[in-house]
């Protein structure tokens, strides 16, 4: 049942809007509205119950173990959302002057200074609000590097062809051309392929570390020379950086630019959807060029750096500056754990993963790379179920679901056949990571003996398989009364 | 160890089940030269109890001001029941809805939302968010691009657009080779110079603000058929609040706008400094297509039973890569989940008398501060909720002299307006009382009086 279902004309919650309210005589009859929106007319508690019901049909880490590869979905701790939702923090303007944000100001530049020591590089802004976001700012700021230099022939991006979409998406929209490279037998960048697509059109090229194939780029260092010697810069995708969290920097590696995802490796909440947070970290030639706003400290005082500050700047990625309350419980989670805090994410997330892998090994799975240590994530590819049962990658991830486990990230990176990426973050304790491969079996055993079962799942959800080519084919994307 | 749950007996047992002979063996790939040694700039791990005080501390500082600001972000009642029902884990710690069948509450959010701000724009179809009304409008303006048939690539912004929401679009756009041309605003009135648009003509897309950035209320439907006319497209940039009350911008002239764009703070999210809040993007049917974003449709499971999915994945960066309408991958799920119950909850006439009680307390602040010597009026013409005014004293100080009183007395616009240095956009929601109001006028006359020597006899201080 949908809200507007729900609608009694002439019902509404009282306490939470005037009663009554002026008119308003100065507004010309022609620019005013003739028919109310279509809004639920609902009391208080309707909506209440209506949203609670709603809430119940999702998986969520508060209720669902989440082994969902690339996404780390690690447990969002309640005390970041406590302390980011203080009404004080909470009531203040964007705009207000920085004065009667100081309390506020000094945490964000504390997590600002924090992000810089964990990643090596010179300079961090906070400023955009998702990995994309950040992406989007890395290579914004590349380009308006070379552009600088008077060096415009350089317009091509090199992404491996492992690369989650958002790359070669993001070098689109900065006006460059993608160039792919590919990935060899071990799961690491072909050098020899990379060595031949770098040259005078080379911007720069975007990696991800380790890699969505759940390994680390053992050449890594190589790799960051050979584009900077053809006169590229270097950019780390940073969606992976809770397995190296403490261990390894990328500024130490060399490069260039790098963004955060917060809402992964700081433990933010994913919002079923956003919001998030995408920082981005830069080397000492990049840092005229980074977003605005961010925060200056001057002998204690705070405030945001503007354009005047930064007259070279890409620019504002936002109106207001960024996700701040999503910084604020970043802050808060980076506070609660310390530098050996950070340490021991990469150590017990790279724990749990080799377990898992393991394990799963062990019961029979196949790895795509079983020769390597796996990083934080690893693969399973399920090439051969398919070919002996029918029964896809898809399939088996809906049945994990009837199991109470979300499913594994499916179909992602597109080089592995029916493959399951899975990561099951340093939260995880081993019994949980137990019964998943309990219930890993478990849809083996049916999909071999049952297939047309599996085939079927799930079973016990709201709802069962949906239909998605009739969703894309017979639009419905707003309710209509009837 | 702040959240990970293993003990002793896990760890070696889960490395004996591995085969490897310490924690430090499992980054045995990584080569052992780049290893970085203690994180020396992160401070101590604190405990929750210890990070709470400092925290209180560091939010009961910064305290709370009577505040008379909006420019583009506005105080408004939030009822107690949306951010207590948006902050259940099942929302809060919810992954994007790839997985339908376990994500069917945030799906049928999000297609609740689609269907209230598709009626409240007056069109026919919404994505599910982006990051906020300033990257909302860049992607318009990208969308626009794509979406007309002429292959210009000249988007007309007028002044009286957000001067952040022109910063941000000049940002996105820019390596793409799309020029934007300001359009001036006519002084007399604050609305856009209808002649100077037309000495400009036709363009991918025309911006249409409403309310504009002043207050002002711009001759829409005039500017509307006017892009129409000449084969441009017409993007509205509003308030969605004021929608309760205005026009809707598929309503506008004689065949709507095209795409309608903005801040979707006003709907239940709270100022937080700037942040997170979301975007919205609406558009016309035959568009949807060239829309950035996710959306969500309704369709059927196996049992022929209704349900909700994401669709029109094609459009995606996960799917087209470099050829996605948008690098767009997580966007501000959440804070849709809040306005969606925010808008439940106040329904049509709740949001409009929401949008009435606002704009009532901002002519009532107008008419009490222009009735002091040294303050006016800057504009002719209907505005909603938000209005500039002119004072005879520098407008730095007398906002710092405000402020000083627990006031923010509004938005100085010197900086974005180099002709208004000294004026200030004010703005009173429904959460300003008489005695708010009067408040700020005793102490304006109080500043401005002091300045100018008039009255000696209003004490310095009444306040704070």
Redesign the interface.
């Known amino acids: 049942m949908l809200i507007f279902e729900h609608t009694q004309p002439g019902r509404r919650a009282h306490a939470q809007a005037p009663i009554d309210a002026p008119g308003a005589p100065d507004l010309p009859a022609e620019l005013l509205r003739q028919l109310p929106p279509l809004l639920p007319q609902a009391s208080e508690l309707d909506v209440v119950r209506h949203y609670t019901r709603l809430s119940q049909k999702n998986f969520s880490i508060d209720t669902q173990f989440y082994p969902l590869g690339s996404c780390t979905m690690k447990y969002n701790p309640r005390a970041c959302n406590t302390l980011a939702m203080l009404p004080q923090l909470l009531a203040r303007h964007p705009l207000a002057d920085a004065e009667t944000g100081q309390g506020f100001l000094v945490c964000l530049h504390e997590l600002q200074e924090m992000l810089k020591e964990i990643t090596g590089m010179a300079a961090v802004s906070m400023a955009p609000m998702a990995g994309a976001h950040g992406e989007f700012a890395g290579v914004a700021m590349i380009r308006a590097y070379h552009d600088a230099r008077g060096d415009s022939a350089r317009r091509e991006i090199i992404v491996p062809d492992a690369a989650h979409g958002t790359n070669p998406a993001t070098a689109s929209m900065c006006g460059y051309t993608v160039r792919e490279i590919p990935t060899d037998r071990q799961g690491n960048v072909d050098l020899n392929a990379l060595k031949a697509s770098v040259g005078p059109h080379t911007a720069g090229l975007m990696l991800t570390n380790p890699s969505t194939l759940g390994v680390f780029e053992k050449s890594i260092v190589a790799i960051q020379k050979i584009v900077h010697e053809a006169g590229g810069l270097s950019y780390y995708d940073g969606a992976n950086l809770n397995a190296i969290l403490g261990r390894v920097r990328p500024g130490d590696m060399g490069f260039d630019v790098i963004h955060m995802n917060l809402h992964k490796t700081f433990s933010t909440p994913h919002g079923g959807g956003g919001p998030g947070a995408g920082p981005v970290g830069v080397s000492e030639r990049l840092r005229p060029f980074l977003p605005i706003p961010y925060v200056l400290e001057d002998r204690g005082a705070y405030r945001w750096a503007e354009e005047d500050d930064c007259p070279r700047s890409i620019g504002r990625m936002s109106a207001f500056g960024g996700n701040m309350g999503v910084l604020l419980r970043a802050w808060v989670y980076a506070r609660m754990l310390g530098g050996r805090g950070m340490r021991r994410v990469a150590e017990f997330a790279t724990l749990n993963a080799n377990y898992l892998a393991a394990e799963l090994r062990r019961s029979g799975f196949d790895l795509a790379f079983p020769e390597r240590r796996a990083s934080h994530e690893f693969i399973v590819t399920l090439k051969k179920l398919k070919d002996a049962t029918g029964v896809s990658a898809m399939d088996f991830a809906k049945r994990l679901l009837d199991y109470g486990f979300h499913a594994p990230t499916t179909y992602f990176p597109m080089l592995v056949p029916e493959c399951l990426l899975i990561e099951p973050s340093e939260t995880e304790s081993r019994e949980t990571l137990d019964a998943f491969v309990a219930a890993m079996v478990q849809v083996l055993e049916e999909a071999r003996m049952q297939p047309e079962m599996v085939k079927g799942a799930p079973h016990t959800l709201p709802v069962r398989r949906l239909d998605d080519v009739k969703a894309a084919r017979e639009l419905n994307l707003t309710w209509k009364p009837g | 160890?702040?959240?990970?749950?293993?003990t002793q007996a896990?760890?070696a047992?889960?490395?004996e089940?591995?085969?490897?002979p310490s924690?430090d063996a499992?980054?045995?790939?990584?080569?052992a030269e780049?290893?970085?040694g203690?994180?020396?700039?992160?401070?101590?791990?604190?405990?929750?109890m210890a990070?709470?005080r400092?925290?209180?501390?560091?939010?009961?500082?910064?305290?709370?001001?009577s505040?008379f600001?909006g420019?583009?972000?506005y105080?408004h009642?939030i009822?107690a029941?949306v951010?207590q029902?948006v902050?259940?884990?099942?929302?809060?710690?919810?992954?994007?809805?790839y997985?339908?069948?376990?994500?069917?509450?945030?799906l049928?959010?999000l297609?609740?939302y689609?269907?209230?701000m598709?009626?409240?724009t007056g069109l026919?179809?919404?994505n599910?968010?982006l990051?906020?009304?300033?990257?909302a409008l860049a992607e318009a303006v990208l969308m626009a691009v794509r979406a007309n048939k002429s292959g210009s690539r000249v988007v007309l912004m007028p002044a009286t657009v957000?001067p952040?929401?022109r910063?941000?679009v000049?940002?996105?756009v820019k390596?793409?080779?799309i020029e934007l041309l300001a359009v001036p605003y006519d002084p007399a009135t604050g609305v856009t110079d209808l002649a100077a648009l037309e000495s400009l003509g036709a363009a991918a897309a025309l911006v249409i603000p409403q309310p504009n950035f002043f207050g002002a209320?711009e001759p829409?439907?005039t500017l509307c058929d006017w892009a129409h006319a000449r084969a441009t497209l017409a993007i509205a940039v509003v308030n969605p609040l004021a929608?309760?009350?205005?026009?809707?911008p598929g309503l506008w002239g004689a065949k709507g706008c095209d795409i309608c764009v903005g801040?979707g703070q006003p709907l239940g999210v709270?100022?937080?400094?700037?942040?997170?809040?979301?975007g919205f993007m609406t558009a016309r049917q035959a568009l949807?297509r060239q829309m950035p974003g996710?959306?969500?449709?309704?369709?059927?499971?196996?049992?022929g039973?209704p349900?909700?999915?994401l669709?029109?994945?094609?459009r995606?960066?996960?799917?087209?890569?470099?050829?996605?309408t948008?690098?767009?991958?997580?966007?501000?799920?959440?804070?849709v989940?809040a306005a969606?119950?925010h808008?439940?909850?106040?329904?049509?006439?709740?949001?409009?008398?929401?949008a009435?009680?606002s704009?009532?307390n901002t002519?009532a602040l107008v008419d009490k501060l222009v009735s002091l010597a040294g303050v006016l009026r800057v504009f002719a013409g209907?505005f909603?909720h938000e209005a500039v005014i002119r004072v005879n004293t520098p407008v730095a100080e007398v906002?710092?002299a405000l402020?000083a009183q627990g006031i923010?007395g509004g938005?100085a616009l010197g900086g974005d307006y180099p002709e208004l240095a000294d004026c200030i956009l004010v703005c009173a929601t429904?959460t300003k009382t008489e005695d708010d109001l009067d408040a700020y006028r005793q102490q304006l006359e109080r500043i401005l009086g002091r300045r100018h020597g008039r009255d000696p006899s209003v004490p310095p201080c009444a306040y704070k």
């Open positions: 160890m702040p959240f990970i749950p293993h896990d760890v047992a889960m490395l089940r591995i085969g490897a924690l499992l980054f045995d790939e990584i080569p780049l290893a970085c203690e994180l020396a700039g992160v401070p101590r791990a604190l405990s929750e990070v709470t400092l925290m209180q501390g560091r939010a009961a500082q910064d305290g709370y001001y505040s600001l420019a583009g972000a105080e009642h009822p029941a951010w029902i902050t259940r884990g099942e929302f809060y710690s919810a992954y994007t809805p997985q339908a069948e376990a994500s069917q509450g945030t049928q959010v297609y609740e689609q269907t209230m598709a009626s409240l026919d179809v919404s599910a968010s990051y906020d009304g300033a990257s957000h952040r929401y910063a941000v000049e940002a996105t390596n793409q080779g209320l829409v439907d929608l309760a009350l205005l026009k809707p801040e709270p100022l937080s400094s700037g942040g997170p809040y979301f949807v996710r959306i969500v449709g309704g369709t059927v499971d196996l049992d039973r349900g909700y999915a669709t029109l994945q094609a995606e960066q996960h799917i087209r890569r470099s050829k996605a948008s690098n767009i991958c997580t966007n501000q799920g959440l804070l989940t969606t119950i808008m439940a909850l106040l329904g049509p006439e709740g949001l409009k008398n929401v009435l009680a704009h009532a002519r209907p909603f906002l710092r402020r923010l938005y429904e």
